[in-house]
Nanobody, 124 residues
Framework: VQLQASGGGLVQPGGSLRLSCAASGRTFGTGVMAWFRQAPGKEREFVAG???????HYTDSVKGRFTISRDKPKNTVFLQMNGLKPEDTAVYYC???????????????????WGQGTQVTVSS
């Protein structure tokens, strides 16, 4: 199984980016695909996730600004990020797990597969 993340870059505050994560090797329709991020000097944190192909979850700091979605035929998950702030600067990782339960999806320990990370920098 491989997860290939892309779409990061440098953007000004208030701008937008769209991250993509393409999974190959298996599907995760009954599990979870999610995005985490890690800022310099901080622990990796949950950002957004799709549980069992339909239930969407976000960390409070991105609600109303970020949207996670999925293209099932292409086995790809997206993270549309609008209204970006400097505090959103981080390396963003996609993650997938086939047997993640809802209560565990916010913890990185629950995931079996990780993408390589893509840098998002929000700065003027």
């Amino acid at each position: 199984v491989q997860l290939q993340a892309s779409g990061g870059g440098l953007v000004q505050p208030g701008g937008s980016l769209r991250l993509s994560c393409a999974a190959s090797g298996r599907t995760f329709g009954t599990g979870v695909m999610a995005w985490f991020r890690q800022a310099p000097g901080k622990e990796r944190e949950f950002v957004a996730g799709i549980f069992r192909s339909s239930s969407l979850h976000y960390t409070d700091s991105v609600k109303g600004r970020f949207t996670i979605s999925r293209d099932k035929p292409k086995n790809t998950v997206f993270l549309q990020m609008n209204g970006l702030k400097p505090e959103d600067t981080a390396v963003y990782y996609c993650a997938a797990g086939a047997r993640v339960i809802l209560s565990a999806m916010f913890s990185e320990d629950a995931y079996d597969y990780w993408g390589q990370g893509t840098q998002v920098t929000v700065s003027s």
